[in-house]
């Protein structure tokens, strides 16, 4: 597919160079979803840490197909019906938790394209109708597949698993890599760690991330693009309860050890 013509606008940023910004679905709410929808790069629809049925995404997802921000799903593992289903209901990427090492990314891999690049059916689900009649075509070219390394071992072996084609993106789960560590996130050691990740990512030829849009910029971004959550397109700040501002750069409830 030429330059320009990539529907996954999330990627087409993130292919350019620039950084891309989500906000986190976690519950069945289409008319909340639609509204924040208009703001942002990307969902990312929140299946790991959530009780979210894949019949809630595919309704929220109907309820405004192209609201803007690109449907993306965090998935529990990186198992083929799961992956199935996230491309089915219209999703152009799928994020992967605790990548350590090469076979888990090969299988987050191998079930997101269709053939000739990797081994995803045909199905019949909602996808077609929201992204045309060429999908089958087009669709590979727009894709999106994100690991997450979360432990040592994933920063070990982080040139390989960001080597595995069809992975496009590698980002850190800053939380989780802390606690695994035993490193704070104020700790040298743990920043070290992130920097070898990144050379990796970047050696490999591939695009680098973060969890936290807290490191968005500064000296620990290390030009990180993907981001979960962060700052909205046009200003938009979603509001919590009582109708207090919602810090963008927080991590979601239960992750922000």
């Known amino acids: 597919m030429p330059p320009g013509k990539l529907y996954n606008t999330a990627k087409e940023k993130l292919l350019a160079g620039q950084q891309v910004f989500s906000f986190t679905q976690s519950t069945m709410d289409p008319a909340g979803y639609c509204e924040k929808a208009k703001h942002y790069d990307y969902t990312w629809f929140e299946m790991q840490h959530s009780t979210l049925e894949f019949r809630d995404i595919e309704a929220m997802i109907a309820a405004c197909p192209h609201a803007g921000a690109i449907p993306m799903i965090r998935l529990p593992d990186a198992q083929e019906w799961r992956i199935q289903h996230a491309t089915d209901i219209g999703c152009l990427g799928v ?49 999106l597949v994100v690991v997450m390394i979360e432990t040592p071992t994933g920063v070990a072996n982080a040139y390989d698993i960001a080597s595995v084609p069809g992975i496009d993106v590698v980002i850190i789960g800053n939380a989780d890599l802390s606690v695994f560590s035993g490193f704070a996130q104020t700790d040298d050691r743990y920043w070290e760690l992130i920097k070898k990740v990144h050379d990796d990512v970047i050696r490999a030829g591939k695009i680098f991330g973060q969890a936290s849009a807290a490191y968005t910029t500064g000296p620990h971004s290390y030009d990180a693009r993907f981001f979960q959550n962060g700052k909205s397109n046009d200003g938009y700040a979603p509001q919590g309860r009582g109708g207090a501002p919602i810090n963008p750069n927080a991590p979601p409830p239960g992750e922000d050890r």
């Open 95 to 143: 994020i992967v938790p605790t990548v350590d090492d090469v076979d888990r990314a090969r299988e987050a891999a191998k079930w997101a394209r269709f053939p000739p690049v990797a081994r995803r059916s045909t199905g019949s689900g909602q996808a077609a109708g929201i992204w045309g009649n060429n999908y089958s075509k087009t669709f590979n070219d727009n894709m």
